[in-house]
C-alpha cells in the first residue's frame, strides 16, 4: 500500500499489487521495492517540480525493474557507488542489481562454500556505513541446505563485512542490523 495525505488532510491509499515483498529502501527520489522474483525501482515523477495546490507530494511510477528470480531479496540499500545492494537470502550472499545477470555477488559469509540455491544462512539484513557494508544479520552459521533451521533459537549472528567476524552471534533469529 502507499499512503499520502489528500489535499484536506485526510489518508490516501493506493494498493499496488507486488508479491513477496520483504525489502524497500527510498534513496534520493527513488523508491526500491522488491519482489517476488524482480526489484522494482520507482521513481518520484513530481520531485522537485512545483505542483498544484491540491497535486500531490510524490507520484512514484515504477521505471526500472530488475529481474531477479528466486532470491528472496531482503533489506536494501543504494551503496555510495549508486548501485542497488540487497540482502540475497536464497543465495547466502549480500548482492548488487545487475543488467547483465540476476544479481552480482558483492560478499559471502566465508563458511559459505558456494553460491547456490539453498538458503544456507538465512542471510536477511544489511547495514551500510558511509555507503559501503558494514554488516550483516544471519540466523546461523551453516553451509548446507536449510541448515538455519536448526538453529533458530540461538544461532543468529550479525557479522562485519569488512573482516568476516561476528559482532556478535546466540541471537534468535536476527533481521536487518
Given amino acids: 500500500f502507499f499512503f499520502g495525505a489528500q489535499p484536506d488532510g485526510r489518508l490516501w491509499v493506493f494498493?499496488?499489487?507486488?508479491?513477496?515483498?520483504?525489502?524497500?529502501?527510498?534513496?534520493?527520489?527513488?523508491?526500491?521495492?522488491?519482489?517476488?522474483?524482480?526489484?522494482?525501482?520507482?521513481?518520484?515523477?513530481?520531485?522537485?517540480?512545483?505542483?498544484?495546490?491540491?497535486?500531490?507530494d510524490a507520484l512514484y511510477m515504477p521505471r526500472t525493474v530488475y529481474f531477479t528470480g528466486d532470491v528472496d531479496a531482503h533489506d536494501m540499500a543504494v551503496a555510495g557507488d549508486g548501485r542497488l545492494m540487497f540482502a540475497n537470502t536464497v543465495f547466502n550472499c549480500?548482492?548488487?542489481?545487475?543488467?547483465?545477470?540476476?544479481?552480482?555477488?558483492?560478499?559471502?559469509?566465508?563458511?559459505?562454500?558456494?553460491?547456490?540455491?539453498?538458503?544456507?544462512c538465512h542471510l536477511n539484513g544489511r547495514a551500510m556505513k558511509e555507503g559501503a557494508p558494514a554488516c550483516v544479520s544471519i540466523l546461523a552459521p551453516s553451509d548446507k541446505r536449510d541448515g538455519w533451521r536448526d538453529h533458530r533459537a540461538d544461532g543468529g549472528r550479525v557479522i562485519d563485512v569488512r573482516t568476516g567476524e561476528p559482532l556478535s552471534d546466540g541471537l534468535s533469529m536476527p533481521h536487518s542490523p
Fill in 94 to 120: 549480500l548482492a548488487a542489481v545487475s543488467a547483465e545477470r540476476s544479481f552480482d555477488v558483492v560478499w559471502k559469509p566465508s563458511f559459505i562454500t558456494q553460491i547456490m540455491p539453498e538458503d544456507r
Fill in 15 to 56: 494498493n499496488r499489487t507486488i508479491g513477496k515483498c520483504q525489502g524497500l529502501t527510498v534513496h534520493n527520489s527513488s523508491l526500491w521495492v522488491s519482489a517476488d522474483s524482480q526489484i522494482i525501482r520507482f521513481t518520484d515523477a513530481v520531485a522537485g517540480q512545483p505542483t498544484a495546490e491540491q497535486g500531490p
